[in-house]
């Protein structure tokens, strides 16, 4: 597949489904109720992607779930409607949905990660097991300390 089909797909995709394109400088965003994505032009396996994930937001499922399950959805769907899927294109799912559970551990625990046996963790190509809550809530009581000696 050459990075000018991967273009035409894509194009082809927002044709169909009347979603509009707007430029994006890095990664990119989509808006499921507008019915735009902003995306930068594909020129790759990894813009194609990307496109494909915000595509996915916008026609993919568990769109309405909370984020996590969200952007798992958008990836399924980009991988299940890629012409071709590439391990660099697998990766760079992989290091997405790695950074929200970085993202979600951060904030821990307000944010649910999705349940054990959700296609979530098989999306981001690791079992479950080695995540952990617990650093978080260890770095967070590090930092109180550290405001109860400091005053800040
Ligand atoms: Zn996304």
Redesign the pocket.
């Known amino acids: 597949m050459t990075s000018e089909e991967m273009a035409q797909h894509v194009a082809a995709i927002c044709r169909d489904e009347s979603i509009r394109v707007l430029p994006h400088s890095r990664g990119g965003r ?1 808006s499921k109720a507008h019915k735009v994505i902003a995306i930068r032009p594909v020129k790759s396996a990894i813009t194609y992607a990307v496109a494909l ?2 595509l996915g ?1 916008v026609l993919g499922p568990w769109q309405s779930q909370p984020r996590l399950y969200a ?1 798992a959805g ?1 990836w399924k769907w980009a991988r299940e409607v890629a012409g071709i899927w590439t391990p660099s294109m697998e990766e760079k799912m992989s290091r997405s949905l790695h950074s929200y559970v970085l993202w979600a551990e951060r904030r821990a625990p307000r944010i649910k990660l999705p349940e054990d046996d959700h296609e979530f963790w098989m999306l981001l190509g690791v079992p479950p097991e080695p995540r952990k809550r617990a650093p978080a809530k260890r770095r967070r009581r590090r930092v109180s300390v550290l405001r109860m000696i400091f005053g800040r």
């Open positions: 989509a994930h915000e937001h952007e958008a």
